[in-house]
Structure formats: C-alpha cells, structure tokens
C-alpha cells in the first residue's frame, strides 16, 4: 500500500514570497491533515480535512495561509505571503475517516523562509 | 487546558542499554494516547496505542504503559539500537464526537551512542 505522498521535500524561498505544499493521501482516506511542525516542537494541527470540506481549520492563520482540497483527494497548502516565522516542516495525514484515529503521515515538506 | 508533556527533552545513551521516556497529559475526554518515532526528516509513524482500560502495551522492543488515574505513560526501549536514534513523540487523543483531535507533546529526542 502507498503512503502519503508529499512534495516538494524541500524549499527555500525569501520572505513575502509565496509558496505552495502537494500532499496526495493514501488512497480511500476520507480524512486529510495539514500540520506544521516547527524544530524542536511537536506538529500543530493546521486545518483537517473530511473529504472536500473542512472539518477544523481554527488554527490555521487564515491571513496568509489557504489550503483546499477539491476533488476531496489531493491537498494544496499556500502561504501567502511567507514570513521568517513560517520556517518549519509542513506534514500532511491521512485516515480512514473521521471516526478513526490511525492517521498516516507523509515525509513532509521543509521550508526555510530567509 | 489540553496538554502532553513528555521528558527528558533529549536523551543519549550506549547501544545495548535500555530507556525509559515519560510522558504526562491533562486532556480530557480522554481516548486514547499514543507513541509515535519520528526519525529525522520524516513523518511519525505510530508504535503503540493505549485505551483507557490497557495498561501496557508492546511492539517488539517497545513497551508502552499507561496509568489513567495519574494521566502518565511511558514508553521502555530494551535493548537499545542505533536504529532507535529518533525523536519519540506522546500522542494524546481527546475524540468525543465527530472529530479526533490529536493533542502532541513536544518528543523527546533520543540519541543511540555505539
């Protein structure tokens, strides 16, 4: 079975640029996940995913970060524009469905915002 | 307040010892607590998870166990190898209803000498 695939692995990019994450679930996973992890932290969620519409997104900073999720399979997270603070490892996961908590993580994406 | 915190934040010790990292949370409705290993550059992958009702909990070398009255686990490493070397991550679950919210410590990076 494939994993969660995630891309680019890495990106660096220079403050007030934008920037855009792929994630493409482990297939037949309803459930999608967006979390920042910053070094030294443990992930944050960002903004969840039940199919194509949003389950949770209270912490996702809505001025500048947007994520969508159309065909309720692949996700595209953006920053918009990027800040110093931004720097951190982007993961997406997946699960079965709401109700079911084994979510699978992907490698991530790691952005560094000079 | 929901909250996970785990120590020693870091932990470096001879291969072939063994280790034990704790773990303490204060979130309720509790689910179920997890332990995850991150290896460096990569998403966490789940070793163990615990119920209310279980008290310990084993994946080969990895022994996890949980004390639901005092909100503590902790996860035992036999036998360390230098595989082991990777940030370990306590993984509290407060699902209630429609949505599984994974509340996450902050790990505890564990370094395995030769």
């Known amino acids: 079975e494939a994993g969660v695939a995630q891309s680019p692995r890495y990106k660096i990019i220079e403050k007030r640029q934008s920037v855009a994450f792929w994630c493409n679930p482990i297939?037949?996973?309803?459930?999608l996940y967006w979390y920042q992890q910053i070094l030294g932290q443990g992930p944050k969620l960002l903004i969840q995913?039940?199919?194509?519409?949003?389950?949770?997104d209270s912490q996702l900073p809505k001025d500048r970060f947007s994520a969508e999720r159309l065909k309720g399979v692949d996700s595209t997270l953006k920053i918009q524009p990027a800040k110093l603070e931004d720097s951190a490892v982007y993961l997406c996961?997946?699960?079965?469905?709401?109700?079911?908590?084994?979510?699978?993580f992907g490698p991530g994406t790691r952005l560094l915002v000079l | 307040k929901n909250q996970v915190e785990q120590s020693p934040q870091s932990l470096i010790i001879l291969e072939g010892k063994n280790c034990t990292l704790q773990?303490?949370?204060?979130?309720?409705?509790?689910?179920?607590l997890r332990w995850y290993k991150q290896d460096t550059g990569r998403g966490p992958v789940s070793l163990t998870i615990?119920?209310?009702?279980?008290n310990t909990k084993s994946n080969g070398r990895y022994t996890a166990t949980l004390d639901a009255d005092t909100k503590q686990s902790s996860l035992h490493i036999t036998a360390s190898q230098l595989s082991d070397s990777a940030s370990y991550i306590c993984?509290?679950?407060?699902?209630?209803?429609?949505?599984?919210?994974?509340?996450f410590g902050t790990g505890t990076l564990l370094a395995v000498q030769p």
């Open positions: 297939s037949g996973h309803a459930t």
């Open positions: 993984v509290v679950s407060d699902y209630g209803g429609a949505t599984n919210k994974l509340i």
């Open positions: 615990m119920t209310f009702s279980e």
């Open positions: 996961a997946s699960s079965l469905d709401l109700g079911t908590e084994t979510q699978y």
């Open positions: 773990c303490n949370y204060t979130v309720s409705p509790f689910s179920n």
């Open positions: 995913f039940q199919n194509n519409g949003v389950v949770d």
